[in-house]
């Protein structure tokens, strides 16, 4: 479970996402277990005059997250709810979606996933960040290069050093410079496609 809402007097809208659904907003009612954030589930619903309605479910595992790692989580779900259309299946990133809940629940350092979180979902969506193309022709180490969503990366006179893109494109994010480097680019990325805040990007320390 993603994200949840009240409605009406006791019920809930879930934004659920599943292996073979993707997203999905069910509603669920009392007596029915509502479930938990970032809990894995096995469960069932069925056709509702508004929403799906929520039959069922049972905890399958469990992750215990807190602190940094929940503001993690909370980030991506954030970001699945925004880029996933409403039942769309996405079997790749729901497992990506669960290794990466796995790595934060046994305090992985948590950039490395999030970065390759944020690469899967773009491309997911049809957004590929180019790391070693400028302007159609490769990047050079000895040049700097500039990031817009729009465009990519182009040269610039005072910038990101090719090298460091290029290392990016290996995936040595350890390159000295690599992992905020490719926060960045990946933020303005994100943040094209989103076009809104996101609520808990502020809150990752």
């Not at 989580?73 to 699945?80: D, G, I, K, N, S």
Request: charged share 20%; proline share 7%; glycine share 6%.
């Amino acid at each position: 479970m993603l994200r949840r809402q009240p409605v009406g007097e006791r019920d809930y809208l879930l934004d659920v996402f599943s292996a073979h659904a993707g997203l999905t907003s069910v509603r669920v009612s009392p007596p029915t277990r509502i479930p938990d954030y970032f809990e894995l589930y096995q469960g069932d619903w069925q056709a509702g005059r508004e929403w799906p309605k929520l039959k069922a479910c049972h905890p399958v595992e469990s992750y215990q997250l807190s602190d940094n790692a929940l503001v993690c989580a909370f980030y991506l779900a954030e970001l699945l709810c925004g880029f996933l259309t409403s039942g769309e299946p996405a079997p790749e990133l729901f497992s990506l979606f669960r290794n990466t809940l796995n790595a934060l629940d046994t305090e992985s350092p948590p950039e490395p996933w999030l970065r390759a979180f944020e690469v899967r979902l773009l491309a997911h969506s049809g957004y590929t960040v180019e790391w070693a193309v400028s302007a159609g022709q490769p990047v050079r180490s000895d040049c700097y290069y500039s990031f817009a969503a729009e465009t990519g990366f182009v040269v610039v006179d005072d910038g990101v050093p090719g090298d460091i893109l290029l290392a990016i494109d290996s995936g040595n994010l350890t390159w000295p410079g690599a992992m905020k480097v490719a926060r960045q680019v990946l933020r303005a990325a994100i943040d094209n496609v989103m076009q809104r805040p996101l609520v808990s990007r502020e809150l990752i320390i």
